[in-house]
C-alpha cells in the first residue's frame, strides 16, 4: 500500500559525514557515536524511528563508520562478562541498542550531499513511503513529532516536513520554506523552498529541520536534480520541486515547537548534554544541585562587595 493512508515503517538515516567540526575528536570515532549523557546520538534517533513505528531502519554510511555497525551488534564477551558480574542494569541497557530494529547498512560510495544520500536507499525502500531522519537533530522524546508529522501525510497526501521558526539571522543555516495556511494550527502547504539562502533572501524564517515522511515519487525527482548549493545534490532541490508541481503529491509542513536539539554544533552540543542531564532522575538531582553551585561560584563578586 503507498497511498497517503499507507503506515510508515522505513526509515533512512544519512550517517556519512565526516563531523570536521568536532575534529579532533571524529578522526577516528564517527560522529554519531559521540555520547550525549551515556548513549551515542545515533541511537537516540533509532529509538525515536522505533517509537514511531518505524521497525526497518537503513543507515546510509561512509568510510569509517564500522562503529555503527558494531554498537547495533550483539557483543557477546562484553554481555557474557556483564552477566558474569550480575550486573544486570548494565547488561539490560547493552543488550537495548542490539533488538531496536532491523537495522541495515549501505555505503554512500562519493559523498554528493543529502539528495545523494536519500537516492541511494531507492533499492532498499522500493514504492513504500519512508521516512528520513538526519542523525545531527535530536527531538526529546517527550515532543512527539514523528507521530504527528505522519497524521497529516494520512490527511493530506504527498510529503512531510518538519519546520521550526528560527531567527532571521540564523536562516543560512538551512533550508527555508515559503508557506500558505492549511486547515489546521501548526500545518502549513509549502509551496517553495531554498536551501542555506543567502541572508536578507529566505522567503520565511521557516527552517525545515532533520524530519521528513517522504512519498517514494521523491527517487524519481531526485534522479533528474542536479548539483545545488554546495555543489551537493541537495534533497531541499527535490522538494520544491514536488512542492511546486504536485509531482508525487503536495508537500506540508508540521511547525515543531517542542525541544530539538542540534549535535551538529559543537556550543549546543554541550547544552544538550546539559540539559538531558538536569531532566534525568538518576543523574539530574545531584548534577542540578553541581551545576548551580558552579555558576553561582563563578559570578562575578557584586561592586563594592
Given at each position: 500500500?503507498?497511498?497517503?493512508?499507507?503506515?510508515?515503517?522505513?526509515?533512512?538515516?544519512?550517517?556519512?559525514?565526516?563531523?570536521?567540526?568536532?575534529?579532533?575528536?571524529?578522526?577516528?570515532?564517527?560522529?554519531?557515536?559521540?555520547?550525549?549523557?551515556?548513549?551515542?546520538?545515533?541511537?537516540?534517533?533509532?529509538?525515536?524511528?522505533?517509537?514511531?513505528?518505524?521497525?526497518?531502519?537503513?543507515?546510509?554510511?561512509?568510510?569509517?563508520?564500522?562503529?555503527?555497525?558494531?554498537?547495533?551488534?550483539?557483543?557477546?564477551?562484553?554481555?557474557?562478562?556483564?552477566?558474569?558480574?550480575?550486573?544486570?542494569?548494565?547488561?539490560?541497557?547493552?543488550?537495548?541498542?542490539?533488538?531496536?530494529?532491523?537495522?541495515?547498512?549501505?555505503?554512500?560510495?562519493?559523498?554528493?550531499?543529502?539528495?545523494?544520500?536519500?537516492?541511494?536507499?531507492?533499492?532498499?525502500?522500493?514504492?513504500?513511503?519512508?521516512?528520513?531522519?538526519?542523525?545531527?537533530?535530536?527531538?526529546?522524546?517527550?515532543?512527539?513529532?514523528?507521530?504527528?508529522?505522519?497524521?497529516?501525510?494520512?490527511?493530506?497526501?504527498?510529503?512531510?516536513?518538519?519546520?521550526?521558526?528560527?531567527?532571521?539571522?540564523?536562516?543560512?543555516?538551512?533550508?527555508?520554506?515559503?508557506?500558505?495556511?492549511?486547515?489546521?494550527a501548526a500545518v502549513v502547504r509549502v509551496t517553495d523552498l531554498v536551501e542555506k539562502p543567502p541572508a536578507g533572501l529566505a522567503p520565511s524564517n521557516y527552517?525545515?529541520?532533520?524530519?521528513?515522511?517522504?512519498?517514494?515519487?521523491?527517487?524519481?525527482?531526485?534522479?533528474?536534480?542536479?548539483?545545488?548549493?554546495?555543489?551537493?545534490?541537495?534533497?531541499?532541490?527535490?522538494?520544491?520541486?514536488?512542492?511546486?508541481?504536485?509531482?508525487?503529491?503536495?508537500?506540508?509542513?508540521?511547525?515543531?515547537?517542542?525541544?530539538?536539539?542540534?549535535?551538529?554544533?559543537?556550543?549546543?552540543?554541550?547544552?544538550?548534554?546539559?540539559?538531558?542531564?538536569?531532566?534525568?532522575?538518576?543523574?539530574?538531582?545531584?548534577?542540578?544541585?553541581?551545576?548551580?553551585?558552579?555558576?553561582?561560584?563563578?559570578?562575578?563578586?557584586?561592586?563594592?562587595?
Amino acid at each position: 500500500m503507498t497511498g497517503p493512508k499507507a503506515r510508515i515503517t522505513k526509515a533512512v538515516i544519512p550517517a556519512a559525514g565526516l563531523g570536521t567540526r568536532f575534529l579532533p575528536a571524529t578522526k577516528a570515532t564517527p560522529k554519531e557515536m559521540l555520547p550525549v549523557v551515556d548513549k551515542p546520538a545515533i541511537q537516540y534517533v533509532v529509538e525515536e524511528a522505533v517509537s514511531a513505528g518505524m521497525t526497518d531502519i537503513l543507515m546510509v554510511t561512509g568510510r569509517n563508520k564500522r562503529p555503527l555497525e558494531d554498537h547495533f551488534d550483539r557483543s557477546f564477551e562484553l554481555e557474557e562478562t556483564l552477566r558474569r558480574k550480575n550486573d544486570m542494569a548494565r547488561l539490560s541497557q547493552v543488550r537495548l541498542s542490539n533488538g531496536l530494529a532491523d537495522i541495515h547498512y549501505l555505503r554512500q560510495g562519493d559523498p554528493q550531499g543529502l539528495g545523494h544520500a536519500v537516492l541511494r536507499a531507492a533499492s532498499h525502500v522500493g514504492d513504500e513511503p519512508f521516512a528520513v531522519l538526519l542523525g545531527d537533530d535530536l527531538i526529546d522524546p517527550r515532543d512527539v513529532l514523528l507521530d504527528r508529522m505522519a497524521e497529516v501525510r494520512h490527511r493530506y497526501g504527498g510529503s512531510v516536513v518538519a519546520l521550526m521558526e528560527v531567527a532571521p539571522e540564523l536562516t543560512g543555516l538551512y533550508g527555508c520554506a515559503a508557506v500558505t495556511a492549511a486547515d489546521e494550527a501548526a500545518v502549513v502547504r509549502v509551496t517553495d523552498l531554498v536551501e542555506k539562502p543567502p541572508a536578507g533572501l529566505a522567503p520565511s524564517n521557516y527552517a525545515v529541520i532533520g524530519r521528513y515522511l517522504l512519498d517514494p515519487g521523491v527517487f524519481d525527482v531526485l534522479r533528474r536534480t542536479g548539483p545545488g548549493h554546495g555543489g551537493e545534490i541537495q534533497l531541499t532541490d527535490a522538494l520544491r520541486e514536488m512542492a511546486g508541481s504536485g509531482a508525487a503529491g503536495p508537500v506540508h509542513g508540521v511547525v515543531f515547537t517542542g525541544r530539538r536539539y542540534d549535535t551538529g554544533d559543537r556550543a549546543d552540543y554541550l547544552r544538550t548534554i546539559v540539559r538531558l542531564a538536569w531532566d534525568r532522575e538518576d543523574l539530574g538531582p545531584e548534577f542540578r544541585d553541581w551545576l548551580l553551585e558552579f555558576v553561582d561560584d563563578r559570578k562575578p563578586a557584586a561592586a563594592g562587595a
